[in-house]
């Protein structure tokens, strides 16, 4: 587990040379693929001998270490879907960002309901808040904050649905009205 972690901590801190190009569910809404550059790998000094190493219960690819065979035994990581919906909604959030803070002038009401667009992309930002919970209050064994009616009877626990998204929702209107 040791080595997982260090080899997470190196992918986290490094991106692709050549930037990566994402989906997101963003080029099938907006129509164009979105191309995140990260910072390079080159001078990232490698673990020390035995810093990282692998314990004695861990899964190491292309190993008999008593797993099943993995698509990664090969020693090459495989994606399991096409896109990563993580970067995309990264992604949408900074275009939002971008459109609505990221300049001197005060955005316009077309910039604010092109915002509302991005958030609302699917697997979006918006398809996130509805979901968010607070799991620090009790309620009822299988409540799902995402059916009608429940946020309303539990808004400290659908804290996204009941709290947070009603004021998202009328910054981006009140922003296309111009106010």
């Known amino acids: 587990m040791r080595c997982l972690v260090c080899f997470f901590v190196l992918v986290a801190a490094c991106g692709d040379d050549d ?9 099938m809404d907006m129509g164009m693929a ?10 990232v000094p490698a673990p020390a001998d035995g810093e990282c ?53 005060e955005p316009v ?7 509302l667009r991005i958030y609302r992309a699917e697997e979006g930002l918006d398809s996130r808040v509805v ?8 309620v009822p064994e299988g409540t799902d904050c995402t059916l ?6 539990f808004p400290d626990y659908c804290v996204g649905p009941a709290q947070l998204l009603p004021i998202l929702n009328e910054a981006f209107v009140a922003g296309a009205r111009g106010e």
């Open 19 to 27: 930037g990566l190009v994402v989906d997101g569910g963003m080029s």
């Open 34 to 43: 979105l191309v995140i550059e990260g910072p390079s790998c080159e001078g």
């Open 53 to 105: 190493s692998p314990g004695p219960t861990d899964y190491v690819p292309g190993t008999d270490d008593g797993y099943a065979a993995c698509v990664s035994d090969g020693g090459d990581y495989v994606r399991i879907e096409e896109t990563i919906s993580t970067v995309g909604r990264v992604a949408q959030f900074e275009q939002i960002a971008t459109l609505l803070f990221g300049r001197d002038l």
């Open 109 to 115: 009401a077309a910039e604010f309901e092109e915002a």
């Open 131 to 138: 979901r968010r919970y607070d799991p620090r209050f009790s």
């Open 148 to 153: 009608p009616d429940v946020p309303a009877s």
